[in-house]
C-alpha cells in the first residue's frame, strides 16, 4: 500500500510540476526571465567554468561580476539550509517536492549566514535523486556543481548590494541555480 501511494503522489507531483511552465508565473517580463534560468535543464556538464567560492563571496559591488552562462563547482561548508517557500518559479505551489530548497555555502563551517552563498536545490534536482536529504548534509564539507545566477530579487538582503539594509542574510545575489550535482566529502 505504502508504495502504491509513493506512485500515486511521485505521479501526481509529476503531472502538477509540468503544468508550471519554465518562466513559471512570474507577474512581469523580468520575472518570467529569471525563472527561466531558475528553471534551466540540470544536465551535468563536462566543462567547469573556473569560479571559486572565495571569489563568489569576495566583498564588493557583485552585479556584473560573473555571467549567468558560467557552468561550475564551489567547494565549501553547508552551514544551514530552508525548506523552500512559495515562488513564482514553481507557480506557487504548496507542493513541498515541487520547491526550491535554499542551502547556505560558506567557507569554513562556522561561516555566518552573510558570509555564504545560496545554491538551490530545484524540483528538478529532487526527482532524479529522489534519496538526497538536507538533513545529512548540514555542517559537511560539498562541492555543488550548477549554473549561476544573479537572483536580483534579493538585492536588498545581501551584503555585497545593499549596505544600509537590516535584514541581511546572505553576502551575494549569485547563487547555484539550478544545483545539478552535490558530492560530500
Not at 525563472?35 to 544536465?43: A, E, Q, V
Not at 544551514?80 to 507557480?91: A, L, Q, T, V
Request: glycine letters at 4%; hydrophobic letters at 30%.
Amino acid at each position: 500500500m505504502k508504495k502504491l501511494l509513493t506512485i500515486v503522489f511521485v505521479f501526481t507531483s509529476t503531472i502538477l510540476f509540468s503544468q508550471c511552465p519554465p518562466e513559471g508565473n512570474g507577474r512581469n517580463d523580468k520575472e518570467k526571465s529569471a525563472n527561466i534560468l531558475k528553471n534551466r535543464n540540470i544536465t551535468v556538464k563536462k566543462t567547469v567554468d573556473e569560479v571559486t567560492l572565495q571569489q563568489i563571496l569576495t566583498s564588493g559591488t557583485d552585479f556584473t561580476r560573473f555571467s549567468s552562462d558560467k557552468y561550475i563547482m564551489v567547494e565549501g561548508y553547508v552551514t544551514d539550509f530552508k525548506e523552500g517557500g512559495k515562488e513564482s518559479c514553481n507557480c506557487n505551489t504548496d507542493v513541498d517536492s515541487l520547491k526550491d530548497n535554499h542551502i547556505y555555502i560558506g567557507l569554513s563551517p562556522n561561516s555566518t549566514k552573510d558570509e555564504c552563498m545560496i545554491v538551490e536545490i530545484t524540483p528538478k534536482f529532487k526527482r532524479l535523486n529522489p534519496k538526497f536529504n538536507l538533513k545529512t548534509i548540514k555542517n559537511k564539507k560539498v562541492q555543488v556543481y550548477g549554473l549561476m545566477f544573479f537572483d536580483e530579487e534579493h538585492k536588498g538582503s545581501a551584503k555585497n548590494t545593499c549596505k544600509t539594509c537590516e535584514h541581511v542574510w546572505r553576502k551575494t545575489c549569485w547563487e547555484i541555480h539550478p544545483v545539478t550535482k552535490i558530492i560530500v566529502e
